[in-house]
């Protein structure tokens, strides 16, 4: 439900939670922040050293500790509570610990009456988005994840260091699982309107070794800054940040976020980062790229992750439908 006082309320405020609030602030994106944990002691603290710094800000924003009531009247619920990721551990081996975390949160929000959209950020993110759906009933299209949103920016920086090209004039995703099956698809990739296949024929100096060695830094770039610094919080929160101005903007813009697949690329009832139109109502539409043969194979293998992650969650009795 869009209002004119952008509201947004934050469950979880640890260090993925309160980059994203420390960039909302920062950015002015919302009228209105709150902040939910289980430890509320805690979001009051978070709570007042952001109002702290307001005077240094051109926000004008409210922002509190709440509970879950708060979300009644939200446009935006954002769920960043979970276990956090250890160092060598996978993503998707985060599965089973977070999934009892997610059942505490969604039904008292969705209980509270709210009626806007849900975004996701918790890992495994495609998984927990879909968790969100299930749980809360909500149109799908009205749940997304932040999926590949980060890794596709990763890329565009490593792409766009190696071309000697502004990362925002590359035009590149990283499509699949938020996690080890994720890939590029190359046929897609350009600069500016040009292909980045057709450049790296057109001049010799571009190494098609590098691109591939490009695309293994992005899969792996999440547990190299874990084993330096034990969590990866900066980058999600201002992609996070991007997705909100998106939806309280109603931008339409295309963002490759963690979308319910409805055939689209001959996939059907998973979660999975793609690009997407995002605006005010969550996911206008899922864009269908023309990958090659080769592309389609790999976001299908990407997705059969997904889905036998997912059964195996719900045959361990922990899955939305128990």
Request: hydrophobic share 40%; with cysteine.
């Amino acid at each position: 439900m869009i209002t004119d006082k952008r509201k947004v309320v934050l469950v979880g405020t640890g260090m993925v939670g309160m980059s994203y609030a420390y960039s909302l602030l920062n950015q002015n994106v919302c009228d209105e922040l709150v902040l939910i944990d289980l430890d509320r002691k805690r979001a009051e603290g978070e709570a007042m050293d952001l109002n702290h710094g307001l005077a240094f800000s051109a926000a004008n924003m409210k922002i509190y500790a709440g509970d879950y009531t708060d979300c009644s009247d939200a446009d935006i619920v954002v769920i960043c509570a979970g276990v956090a990721q250890r160092p060598g551990e996978t993503r998707l081996a985060l599965l089973q610990r977070n999934a009892k975390v997610f059942r505490s949160i969604v039904d008292p929000v969705t209980s509270s009456g709210f009626d806007g959209i849900f975004l996701v950020a918790t890992n495994p993110v495609d998984i927990m988005t879909k968790i969100t759906c299930m749980l809360s009933g909500f149109n799908p299209r009205k749940v997304l994840g932040t999926g590949t949103a980060l890794d596709t920016a990763r890329l565009r920086y490593l792409l766009g260091e190696y071309l000697r090209v502004d990362p925002r004039n590359v035009h590149a995703y990283v499509m699949g699982e938020h996690g080890d099956s994720e890939f590029v698809p190359w046929s897609q990739a350009q600069v500016a309107t040009k292909c980045i296949t057709e450049i790296c024929e057109e001049n010799p100096e571009i190494d098609r070794k590098r691109l591939s060695e490009i695309e293994k830094e992005v899969q792996g770039a999440a547990y190299k800054i874990i084993e330096a610094k034990n969590a990866t919080y900066y980058g999600i929160g201002m992609a996070m940040t991007r997705i909100t101005r998106a939806i309280l903007g109603d931008e339409n813009s295309v963002h490759t976020v963690s979308a319910m697949l409805k055939g689209e690329y001959g996939q059907t009832d998973v979660f999975c980062g793609v690009p997407s139109i995002v605006n005010k109502n969550g996911i206008q539409r899922v864009l269908t790229l023309s990958l090659t043969e080769e592309e389609t194979e790999r976001l299908g293998q990407s997705c059969q992750v997904l889905r036998d992650s997912y059964e195996e969650l719900a045959r361990d009795g922990q899955g939305a439908e128990s």
